[in-house]
């Protein structure tokens, strides 16, 4: 039988606790309008899968489209804003 030979704790690897990051909670945080105008979208999307389309359909799939197209507008604004030092 071989044995296992583990790792010493000042591994970098057993320091990874599996949870997010402040900094990785603040980007997902930044995001969250995008992620939720997409889960919109694909709500939309998926409630016409079984049925053809109507009218209320497309726009509610139209709506959709634009308002990711708007959060991601958004999002980009900001991290460009950012980047740049703050001078907008």
């Excluded at 790792?7 to 320091?15: D, H, I, K, M, Q």
């Excluded at 949870?19 to 979208?41: Q, T």
């Excluded at 359909?57 to 460009?80: G, K, Q, W």
């Amino acid at each position: 039988m071989r044995s296992i030979i583990t790792l010493p704790a000042t591994s970098a690897g057993l320091a990874f606790d599996g949870e997010p990051s402040d900094a990785e909670l603040d980007a997902i945080e930044s995001e969250m309008p995008l992620i939720l105008a997409e889960v919109d979208l694909l709500d939309a999307q998926i409630k016409m899968l079984d049925r053809p389309a109507a009218k209320l359909d497309e726009r509610r799939i139209r709506r959709a489209r634009r308002r990711v197209a708007a959060a991601r507008r958004d999002l980009t604004n900001r991290v460009a804003v950012v980047q740049s030092g703050g001078a907008a």
